[in-house]
């Protein structure tokens, strides 16, 4: 069975750090970039970081640069996805995803933030950011 589990969320006060896991069974992410994904309530889902399969090409949205670093363990057929710095409006349910085309080109330019481009998506993981 294919899945994508996330794990690591929680509550944090604010400036404080994170790291979200996401783990994959039933396939190999090595040939997969994956994608992390935010929804805040009452909110759309919005693209937050992706890292491609090979050449550790990875993006960000402005919201998070600076402060979130995505990184792979293709060993542990996981991806992290360090969160520093965390602010309030950081607070959403993550989302992790496997995309199967995206070239490393593709994950510098636009394509990642299309949730489209992902064929596979885990539960999600609730991070919530306060005092």
């Known amino acids: 069975q294919v899945q994508l589990v996330e794990s690591g969320g929680g509550l944090v006060q604010p400036g404080g750090s994170l790291r979200l896991s996401c783990a994959a069974s039933?396939?190999?992410?090595?040939?997969?970039?994956i994608g992390w994904f935010r929804q805040a309530p009452g909110k759309e889902r919005e693209g937050v970081s992706c890292?491609?399969?090979?050449?550790?090409?990875?993006n960000y949205a402005d919201s998070v640069k600076g402060r979130f670093t995505i990184y792979r363990d293709n060993a542990k057929n996981t991806v992290y996805l360090q969160m520093n710095s965390l602010k309030p409006e950081d607070t959403a349910v993550y989302y992790c995803?496997?995309?199967?085309?995206?070239?490393?080109?593709?994950?510098?330019?636009?394509?990642?933030?299309?949730?489209?481009?992902?064929?596979?998506w885990g539960q999600g993981t609730q991070v919530t950011v306060s005092s």
């Open positions: 995803a496997a995309a199967p085309l995206l070239s490393p080109p593709d994950v510098g330019g636009s394509s990642w933030y299309f949730m489209g481009e992902y064929d596979y």
């Open positions: 039933g396939f190999t992410l090595d040939y997969y970039a």
């Open positions: 890292i491609s399969s090979t050449y550790g090409s990875t």
